[in-house]
């Protein structure tokens, strides 16, 4: 983005080969709009909830690009990226399934944060959102979870938040070291079952 407009923009949904696609992304993007990694001031990066790998992929490419460029990589959440992908008066839930009958999650009212984002059980969400609500738009890759719970709410069952919705969020921060957003620890075990996080 340049001065509130968007420049270039690339978007391709998966769910393996984040480290290998990421460079010739960015590459032919570059070379599609004419602009030069000199000219670019901070890189937006997702910070999660979401996959580990595509977390820690995502993060050591931004960061890798900040310290070759001398320039911020600025973290903005999924869940906020989500929220502001599908704008709506009332209450928004943004989701992405956890697995295991449990979303991450945040509650929006107004487009302002109504919760910290969170992972939790469906029964837990659901409870919160009527005594809250109830919601007026769920969104992410999670709605589908309690499209039949809120039938009333709009649904918009996005794969991921929307590029432009990131960079321009990211352009409105102070810069600070993007950090991932964990909310809860890895299903993986090292060899033998062992939980490296016991």
């Not at 290998?20 to 032919?28: F, H, R, T």
């Not at 991450?104 to 919760?115: D, L, N, R, S, V």
């Amino acid at each position: 983005m340049q001065d509130g407009e968007t420049v270039a923009v690339a978007s391709e949904p998966m769910t393996r080969g984040h480290q290998e696609s990421l460079a010739p992304m960015l590459q032919a993007m570059l070379a599609k709009s004419g602009v030069s990694l000199d000219t670019i001031d901070r890189i937006a990066v997702t910070v999660g909830p979401g996959s580990f790998t595509g977390l820690r992929v995502g993060l050591a490419f931004a960061k890798g690009l900040s310290l070759a460029l001398g320039k911020p990589a600025v973290g903005v959440t999924s869940l906020e990226a989500l929220a502001a992908s599908a704008p709506a008066a009332g209450l928004c839930l943004a989701l992405i399934d956890a697995r295991r009958d449990q979303a991450y999650w945040q509650g929006f009212a107004e487009g302002q944060p109504a919760t910290p984002p969170k992972a939790s059980g469906l029964a837990e969400i659901v409870d919160w959102a009527i005594e809250a609500g109830p919601p007026t738009m769920l969104v992410g890759p999670g709605s589908d979870l309690l499209a039949s719970r809120f039938p009333a709410a709009a649904h918009r069952p996005m794969a991921g938040p929307d590029p432009v919705v990131i960079a321009r969020l990211a352009a409105t921060r102070e810069p600070r070291p993007a950090a991932p957003l964990y909310l809860r620890t890895p299903d993986a075990k090292l060899p033998g079952g062992v939980d490296p996080f016991a």
